[in-house]
C-alpha cells in the first residue's frame, strides 16, 4: 500500500523551508523540508508518492543538477521549482528539463497550494501508468519468442492469413498462437491487445524506460 502523498521542500534557507511548511501543513498536506540536496537524496526513495519543491538557486548542488540526478535514477516524481529571479529563458530551460511548474518567491499560499495539488494528480496519474505498465510487462514475460513475433504483427492489423505468409508457417499455427496470446495477456480481444500495446509504447516514449516486448 503506498504510503501518504508527501510534499519534499529542498531549499537551502531554513526560513523559506518553514514558512512553506506552515502553507502546507496548513492545507492538511503532509511535508517534508531539506536544506541540502544531498541530505534529501540519501534519505528519499521514488517508491514514495508526492512532488519536489526545488530552489533552483542552491549552492553547491542547484535545483536543476538536482533534478537531473533524479531523473538519472529513473524518478518520474512531479518537480516544483523555487525561484527568486525568474526570466523566460531560465523558465523554459526550467519546463524543458522537466519540471511541471515554476513559483517566483515570494510566493502567495494559494498558488504554491495550487501548484502543489496539481504536481500531486500528475504523481498519482503516473504511478497509475506505471503500476498498468508493470503488470502488461508481466503478462508480455509469459509469451514465447514466437508469440511476441505475432503478436507485433496482430498489433498492426494484419490478417492470420498475412501473418501466416510472413512468418512462414499454416494460418492454424497463427490462431493457436492467437489463442494462446489472448489468454496469457488475459485480453478478450484483439482491440484490447492494441490498446496495451498503445499504452506500453505511449509510457515508454514519456519515460525513456524500455519494455520487455523490445
Given at each position: ?26 492545507a ?22 508526492g ?39 531560465n ?124
Amino acid at each position: 500500500m503506498l504510503s501518504e502523498p508527501t510534499v519534499y521542500v529542498i531549499d537551502d534557507e531554513p526560513d523559506i523551508c518553514k514558512v512553506l511548511s506552515g502553507i502546507l501543513e496548513g492545507a492538511r498536506i503532509k511535508v517534508k523540508t531539506y536544506t541540502s540536496p544531498r541530505d534529501f537524496m540519501l534519505a528519499y526513495s521514488p517508491d514514495n508518492p508526492g512532488c519536489l519543491l526545488l530552489d533552483i538557486g542552491m549552492p553547491d548542488i542547484n535545483g536543476l543538477e538536482l533534478m537531473e540526478a533524479i531523473i538519472a535514477r529513473g524518478n518520474r516524481t512531479p518537480v516544483i521549482f523555487l525561484t527568486g529571479n525568474a526570466t523566460v529563458a531560465n523558465a523554459v530551460e526550467m519546463l524543458k528539463a522537466g519540471a511541471v511548474d515554476f513559483i517566483e518567491k515570494p510566493a502567495k499560499a494559494d498558488v504554491i497550494l495550487g501548484c502543489v495539488r496539481k504536481a500531486l494528480k500528475i504523481d498519482l496519474h503516473r504511478r497509475h501508468e506505471q503500476s498498468q505498465f508493470a503488470d502488461i510487462n508481466q503478462r508480455l514475460d509469459l509469451l514465447t519468442a514466437r508469440e511476441r513475433e505475432v503478436l507485433t504483427w496482430i498489433t498492426v492489423g494484419k490478417s492470420n492469413k498475412m501473418i501466416a505468409l510472413i512468418l512462414n508457417i499454416s494460418s492454424r499455427t497463427v490462431e493457436i498462437h492467437r489463442a494462446n496470446i489472448l489468454n496469457k495477456m488475459r485480453a478478450s480481444s484483439v482491440a484490447e491487445l492494441v490498446k496495451m500495446d498503445l499504452m506500453v509504447k505511449e509510457y515508454i516514449s514519456t519515460s525513456g524506460l524500455e519494455s520487455s516486448s523490445n
